[in-house]
């Protein structure tokens, strides 16, 4: 407790506050920007981290990457473009929400449950995180294979409408993951003899082109101003929000549990943690079917969640080394490069600084509340530009976004054939995110089944034999056949009473 | 910052549509790009960031970092080795000589021109704490015995750096390489993760990279195979102080340009990357963060990268990848 206390006081020293203030304005510009990701917006300032004592480099690398996961909030629901991939499972219903006038609940929604939830993360960082890391620690690929099988039944969740349309549009998603090099034998697929495609489809430029290419499409084939949506207040922004997080304390509860624990899991990131908490928010809610239409319930859990997920994914970094995603990858780099080397004995040797940066990231994500309701009431602005100067502007920035992340003159088509490809789907009511679903968890399914296959010798009981992969075995099998027998429950009995 | 990475992207585009002829007198006379092939955040990426600012100091212009790691690096390669040599595109690059026998790309160390190797680091052969070897000797006997009984992790694809010192290894120690059987991955991380869950028998990579699981008493390294003993692991033996092999196998990064680098440039180049080297803040910023300092000029880098590639081809075909 001492060292808590101790490690606060680090932090109150006017440079350190003003980096922190400093790193997190960016991280939030770079996090609105679609293209420019968390982890680009770390790298990026690693340079300038390098001339820094490490307390302020260490707490305004954390204090940006909170901000920037936020911020992929801010252009999902004012332009229906996901800042961060993590932001693509609830994109659908914050933009309709904004559309429908009601921005100002569903903005407030996303600080304060993004806040929450990184709270929540932070606080089991500092309080638990040897003791969960151990347990993180063994899943190994047959418990990573049950988890993206479990993600798979967030399809359903997602799709809304015909459940065949769903089904069409994830497959359409895992085909699309399977272009370039196999990931087991380094084979090609799908590439034609092109170049490019070695690299198979880029994951950002994907997201971008297919959630924002449509909305251009549709405008410049039918060009008409709809009446902006009046702008709302910074008080405002916070008026439903109390009430409908008092409604939803369960799915506060769930998304912040949900994302720290797939946060941890090396290999399962933010996004996943997003996907995973929207399908369990949407089973349980009475109004699951208004899911994907705009409706305040499909937000808390997801935009909790996958805040959450960026203190889990430093609980393996810092105990272990090993990153849960890319953005971990570059923050414990930057621990290196600050002589706070990650290991089980980080909390011996340097308990003063790692606590300094933990108590820094929980202040980042409470700095996240006032800092996001300013960026939040700033860039409702935008909406407010009339549509025929926004749509170019939309379209000018969904091409910067995918060259910036790529930096391959290839990953502009990649964005405009998907969004094309996409603007077709939509117009014949196929949905779009079980397909951004397919790609976020084709990979890992494959892989982590093939690998386990050949690990097992072709043996597929193994894939149950682990008593932690069974249990995640018989938690998919439950929630994939738990709506057939209730319904065929429901079935029997309405023909009993008849 | 916003502005910054504007700027940056058009000067890349710039940078990309424009021809420039390969004037040399005043070179360098604009920024000048870096192609890392690898993604922002890992190893490559790292030396890369640390190179282009000790560059900036040495030549006057900005040096942007461009990661490309699509495709495992392919993208990224074929970028530096298609792209005009007027010295306004360099590349930071690493072991790459599986590439073209897998299939995978079609460059070789021909398409490029030596500048220097800045950095190796050597592999070490990482078991689980619990393993019954207790050193190299006992591993690789065991191995031999009966070669498709273990499961080895490639930590990326099965042509990376780490898997194929390993095969060099064990090809050395004449193992069957048809039998044995390696399991590819996320990364050396990730399977450094998966060993210790029970996934995997041995993880070859670098040290530093399974320090913090050495140091939590999960995992081993049974060796290491360089030279000398790393100053920060002093107690895992080098390989020839077990087996008596003198091998020294690893990954290593060098900078390069395109084939066809005009001579002056080539030669600005060479002394400026030689004084980045020997600069003590890029030595102490390369070791802090665990990255081995091996200096090759550009002649001794060339060569050693014909050579690689003639051992190289001969594993990938043995091992049938």
Redesign the interface.
């Known amino acids: 407790m001492e060292v808590i206390g101790q490690a606060f006081l680090e932090l109150l020293s006017p440079q350190v506050l003003l980096i922190m203030l400093g790193a997190g304005v960016y991280g939030l510009t770079m996090g609105a920007i679609p293209g420019l990701s968390a982890s680009m917006a770390v790298a990026l300032v690693i340079p300038i981290a390098f001339f820094l004592d490490p307390v302020p480099a260490l707490a305004g690398v954390v204090t940006l990457a909170a901000m920037a996961i936020f911020a992929g909030d801010l252009p999902g629901a004012l332009l229906r473009i996901p800042g961060t991939p993590a932001s693509a499972a609830y994109v659908d219903d914050s933009y309709l929400m904004v559309r429908r006038g009601q921005g100002g609940l569903a903005l407030g929604l996303c600080v304060i449950c993004s806040a929450i939830g990184g709270v929540v993360g932070a606080l089991v960082l500092m309080g638990a995180a040897p003791a969960i890391a151990r347990i993180a620690l063994q899943f190994s690929s047959y418990e990573k294979f049950w988890l993206a099988c479990l993600g798979l039944t967030a399809a359903v969740a997602v799709s809304g409408g015909k459940w065949y349309k769903g089904g069409i549009s994830l497959m359409l998603g895992l085909a699309i993951a399977q272009v370039g090099l196999d990931p087991v034998s380094g084979q090609m697929r799908l590439t034609f003899g092109s170049r490019e495609l070695v690299g198979g489809l880029a994951f950002i430029p994907v997201l971008i082109g297919m959630f924002a290419i449509p909305e251009v499409l549709r405008y410049a084939l039918a060009p008409r101003e709809i009446a902006p949506p009046p702008i709302q207040a910074l008080g405002n922004l916070l008026a439903g929000v109390g009430s409908t997080l008092r409604r939803l304390k369960g799915d506060l509860v769930q998304g912040s549990a949900v994302g720290v624990v797939i946060g941890a899991i090396p290999g399962a990131g933010a996004d996943i943690a997003a996907y995973i908490s929207y399908a369990i928010s949407k089973r349980f809610s009475k109004v699951g079917d208004q899911y994907g239409k705009g409706v305040p319930d499909a937000l808390v859990a997801p935009t909790t969640s996958n805040n959450a997920a960026v203190g889990g994914a430093m609980i393996p970094a810092t105990v272990f080394g090993i990153p849960g995603d890319s953005l971990t990858a570059i923050i414990i780099g930057v621990f290196f490069l600050k002589g706070l080397n990650p290991g089980p004995t980080i909390f011996i040797e340097n308990p003063l600084l790692i606590n300094t940066v933990f108590m820094a990231f929980l202040i980042a994500n409470i700095l996240m509340v006032p800092l996001g309701l300013f960026a939040t009431s700033v860039f409702q602005r935008m909406i407010r530009v009339p549509r025929y100067m926004l749509m170019p502007a939309v379209l000018a920035f969904c091409i910067i976004g995918a060259f910036a992340v790529e930096n391959t003159h290839f990953a502009i088509v990649t964005m405009l054939v998907l969004g094309l490809v996409a603007f077709v789907m939509e117009k014949h009511q196929y949905p779009l995110a079980p397909a951004i679903l397919g790609l976020v968890l084709g990979p890992m399914l494959e892989e982590t089944f093939l690998n386990s296959l050949i690990r097992a010798r072709g043996n597929i009981f193994a894939f149950v034999e682990r008593p932690l992969s069974m249990g995640l075995a018989a938690l998919t099998l439950v929630i994939c056949v738990a709506p057939v027998a209730m319904f065929v429950w429901r079935k029997a009995r309405g023909a009993r009473s008849a | ?2 502005h ?3 700027l940056r ?1 058009s000067v ?2 710039a940078a ?1 549509l424009v021809a420039m002829p390969a004037i040399a007198q005043q070179w360098p006379e604009r920024p000048i790009t870096l192609i890392a092939p690898a ?4 190893g490559t ?2 030396t890369a ?1 640390l190179l282009a ?1 000790g560059l900036e100091q040495q030549l006057g212009q900005p040096v942007n970092v ?3 790691g ?3 690096g ?2 990224g390669f ?2 530096i080795t298609t792209a005009e040599p007027d010295g306004y595109t360099l590349g930071v690059i690493y072991n790459f000589a599986h590439y073209s026998p ?4 079609d460059f070789d160390a021909a398409d490029m021109t030596p500048i220097g190797q800045f950095n190796f680091d050597p592999a070490g052969f990482h078991v689980r704490a619990d393993s019954e070897w207790t050193n190299i000797t006992e591993a690789l006997d065991a191995i031999k015995a009966d070669p498709g009984a273990y ?1 080895i992790a490639c930590g990326g ?3 990376g750096s780490w898997p194929l010192a390993f095969a060099s290894l064990l090809d050395a120690y004449d193992v069957d390489l048809s039998q044995v ?1 390696m ?4 990364g050396a ?2 399977a ?3 060993m ?4 995997f028998d041995v993880v070859p990579s670098s040290v530093p ?1 399974a ?3 050495i ?4 995992v081993r390294g049974l060796a290491v195979f360089g030279s000398e003993r790393l100053a920060a692991f002093p107690d895992i033996p080098t390989l020839e102080e077990e087996t008596g092999m003198v091998l020294e196998l690893g990954a290593w990064r060098g900078l390069v340009g395109p084939a066809g680098l005009p001579e002056d440039v080539t030669a600005k180049l060479v002394a400026a990357l030689e004084a980045v080297y020997n600069d003590p803040e890029f030595q102490s ?1 390369m070791t ?3 990255f081995g300092l091996r200096w090759r000029d550009a002649e001794d880098f060339g060569a050693f990268m014909a050579e690689e590639e003639v051992s190289v081809r001969e594993l990938v075909r043995v091992l049938g ?1």
């Open positions: 910052m916003k910054l990475s504007l992207t890349v585009i990309g993604g922002a955040g890992g990426d790292a960031r600012l461009v990661n490309q699509q495709g495992g392919v993208v074929t970028s897998m299939g995978q790309g499961d694809g099965c042509g059987r399991i590819t991955g996320q991380a990730a450094l993760q998966e210790v869950a029970g996934g990279e320090g913090s699981l140091e939590a008493g999960l910023a802090d963060r665990g990848l």
